[in-house]
């Protein structure tokens, strides 16, 4: 079969989570202009991931991702200067404490797109679904779905990576949630030198917790293309599930190809992951078991604020890492969302965020972020683990 029809058939599953265009001839017309522009990022970048992604696996080194919650074409350049040079201080932490390598991947350059549990806010507006789709303005014009936008989201993240293509940038690579699939297909990309369908997009791509349904299409375009993928369990995800992501998603067994990244809440994940990490270890895969400490553990303030305790992160981290340490497996990294700026979104750490503090700078158009700050000082408590013998390495 052509990859012309294996794009098409899977594609053609069920796929939750995409706008309600308006109109669909606006939307192929726009995924035909996005086919002639060149992939963000190439397939040799993509394969010099897989290498280290594939070290992360043996157990030879620790991936750190983080970065926005959702981010906006109208950042400032400062803004993602600042976020990826705190993804590499958090890095230089973490390696100098381990004397492990570590590998840094941001959610940087392409994370334009939010699954949203309702499809109309509180003031009965269609919900923000991130700028790739409409704005967060509560306007009921800037709501409507736009498909013109993907055009504005390829133009920011081709910005993007031109900034971190520069300078002491050029060791971070790319990810997002391949959520909007009407962007994602036109950037597949087949490499003559080994025949491969690359996603062109970013380096790295992900399936959310709303969007991994196994007979999907989500995850039937993971299926295909050579980038290293993940998919994010939350407390339902069953060991048979897990066990079918690593058999389907990473089907010739090469360590590092699957990342499953754990999303339990701070109170299940010591309940929940020992038997999702026995039953994928059963399957022979060596996949990245990674952490996302942040989605389980929101709450909303008494002021109507999103937000997560710092104390809950760290909570949540400490029991990933301590159910490796007893099954004997790696904890391979951590997926956090964070910000170069000093915002006040998240409670505790540093400084001690309180509350009423909330308002003062309360920056993110969806969830609430670490401050550079609270980035810092988390990868400082995971450097402690490791000098306390509570290791995240074997």
Not at 48 to 58: D, K, Y
Not at 78 to 89: F, N, P, Q, S, Y
Not at 154 to 167: E, K, P, V
Not at 280 to 295: F, I, L, S, Y
């Amino acid at each position: 079969m052509e990859w012309s029809e294996r794009i098409s058939a899977a594609l053609s599953r069920p796929a939750a989570q995409q706008p309600p265009w308006p109109d669909p001839g606006q939307v192929r017309s726009v995924s035909a202009f996005l086919a002639t522009l060149p992939p963000l990022v190439t397939p040799e970048e993509i394969r010099a991931l897989r290498r280290q992604t594939a070290r992360v696996a043996r157990g030879e080194a620790f991936l750190l991702q983080g970065g926005d919650c959702a981010e906006t074409f109208d950042a400032p350049r400062e803004h993602l200067v600042g976020t990826a040079a705190t993804l590499l201080r958090m890095a230089a932490v973490l390696a100098e404490a381990t004397g492990t390598p570590v590998v840094p991947v941001g959610r940087l350059a392409g994370q334009y797109a939010k699954p949203r549990s309702d499809a109309v806010d509180g003031l009965g507006l269609p919900v923000y679904r991130g700028d790739i789709v409409n704005a967060p303005a509560p306007d009921p014009h800037q709501r409507i779905p736009d498909p013109v936008r993907m055009i504005q989201a390829h133009r920011t993240a081709r910005a993007a990576l031109d900034l971190l293509r520069t300078g002491r940038f050029t060791g971070v690579h790319t990810s997002h949630e391949a959520l909007l699939l009407d962007y994602e297909r036109p950037q597949l990309t087949v490499d003559p030198t080994d025949g491969l369908l690359y996603g062109g997009s970013a380096h790295l791509l992900w399936i959310g917790e709303r969007t991994r349904r196994l007979d999907g299409a989500h995850v039937a375009f993971a299926e295909l293309i050579a980038n290293p993928v993940a998919v994010k369990l939350g407390p339902g995800a069953t060991p048979a599930e897990a066990a079918e992501y690593a058999e389907r998603l990473d089907p010739h067994g090469e360590p590092g190809r699957l990342t499953l990244i754990s999303r339990m809440g701070s109170a299940r994940v010591r309940e929940v992951l020992p038997a999702l990490v026995e039953r994928v270890a059963a399957t022979g895969r060596q996949v990245v078991w990674q952490c996302d400490p942040m989605h389980g553990n929101t709450r909303v303030s008494a002021l109507g604020y999103k937000t997560r305790h710092f104390d809950d992160v760290v909570d949540e981290l400490e029991g990933f890492f301590e159910v490796h340490r007893a099954l004997g497996t790696h904890p391979g990294g951590v997926h956090l969302e964070f910000t170069g700026d000093r915002v006040t979104e998240c409670l505790g750490g540093p400084g001690e965020v309180t509350e009423s503090d909330l308002g003062g700078r309360y920056e993110s158009t969806c969830d609430p972020r670490l401050n550079v700050d609270q980035a810092l000082e988390l990868a400082h408590r995971i450097a402690e683990l490791s000098a306390k013998g509570t290791s995240l390495f074997r």
